[in-house]
């Protein structure tokens, strides 16, 4: 990513840092979002940090470019907006934002060209009340009222993935793999019909008064999951060979299909049950 591309991204403003493992843990979140501007005000073991690096996990490009500044006034000069991260709201009236809320003003700025600035306090206090003075708006992230301590870095990639999932376009859900679309009407017609034909042979649809609700349903159920032209003609095949199921000879499947009667397109009009399938009893002596 350019320096160009990158200029109305927030930067992020890390107040006297402590650890360089977390500078490194900061720039690895920063990088997975894409950002690569980060500047440093008075870090305590100074800069470059060698623990930084394997903390990055790669994210080098962030390390690379990474400034240094003496203050706090210093380091946001070039921004048009300053959001602080604090847990509380600190003696004053300020506009306090979700990352959600401050993220939509953001991007809203970012598109009039207006540069923003994310800024975080040290790892052991925060960001001090005069530094919480200096930004426009606070930010504080809802965690559990109980305990809602983020370490630096989780703090950034929180405010971070809402600031991207803002801008990404990916829909919320969606199929991924080798999928070909749905399957042809006239393949998945012959299935429901499949279907819905060889139980009628055995009786399923009782009392006659239901049996267009009953054939509704079952439709819905193969309409529904949008499945795929093999996905029809695997499900067609498995059914098909629960309703006229070939034997295992000598460890191989035979050809020749079990019956013991009459099997589909026979002229007897009240066929013998199947291979596995119980007789249905006579219309006239079922019980509701």
Same mark, same amino acid.
């Given at each position: ?19 360089? #493992? ?7 979140? %920063? ?18 940090? /060698? ?15 990474? =400034? ?22 600190? &003696? ?13 003003? %953001? ?28 930004? #426009?708006?606070?930010?504080?992230? /809802? ?18 993935? #809402? ?15 080798? !999928? ?10 012959? +299935? ?11 009786? !399923?649809?009782?009392?006659?008064? &239901?049996?267009?609700? %009953?054939?509704?349903? +079952? ?16 499900? =067609? ?44 009893? /006579? ?6």
């Amino acid at each position: 990513m350019s320096e160009a591309a990158d200029t109305l991204h927030p930067a992020i403003v890390l107040i006297e840092p402590q650890l360089g #493992e977390n500078i490194g843990m900061v720039a690895r979140a %920063m990088w997975n979002f894409g950002l690569t501007d980060l500047r440093l005000v008075n870090p305590r073991d100074g800069w470059p940090n /060698p623990a930084a690096g394997p903390a990055a996990s790669g994210a080098d490009i962030v390390l690379d470019r990474a =400034r240094v500044y003496d203050s706090f006034a210093a380091a946001v000069a070039d921004c048009n907006r300053v959001y602080v991260t604090a847990m509380v709201l600190r &003696r004053m009236i300020k506009n306090v934002a979700t990352p959600a809320g401050a993220v939509t003003e %953001m991007l809203a700025l970012a598109a009039q060209g207006a540069r923003s600035a994310l800024v975080f306090g040290p790892e052991r206090t925060g960001l001090s009340t005069d530094d919480v003075a200096r930004g #426009e708006v606070l930010i504080t992230i /809802p965690t559990n009222p109980a305990f809602g301590s983020l370490n630096l870095a989780q703090a950034v990639i929180v405010i971070l993935y #809402e600031w991207s999932s803002q801008r990404d376009t990916t829909p919320p859900m969606r199929l991924d793999g080798d !999928y070909d679309g749905p399957a042809p009407r006239a393949s998945l017609d012959g +299935l429901i019909d499949y279907v819905i034909g060889e139980l009628d042979k055995r009786g !399923y649809f009782y009392p006659d008064h &239901r049996s267009a609700s %009953m054939q509704r349903t +079952l439709r819905n159920i193969f309409e529904r999951p949008g499945f795929t032209d093999q996905e029809v003609r695997t499900l =067609r095949g498995a059914l098909r060979n629960l309703v006229i199921p070939r034997p295992r000879v000598a460890g191989q499947i035979s050809d020749e299909p079990v019956s013991d009667g009459p099997v589909s397109g026979d002229a007897d009009p009240d066929p013998a049950p199947r291979t596995g399938w119980p007789a249905p009893p /006579p219309r006239a002596n079922r019980r509701g």
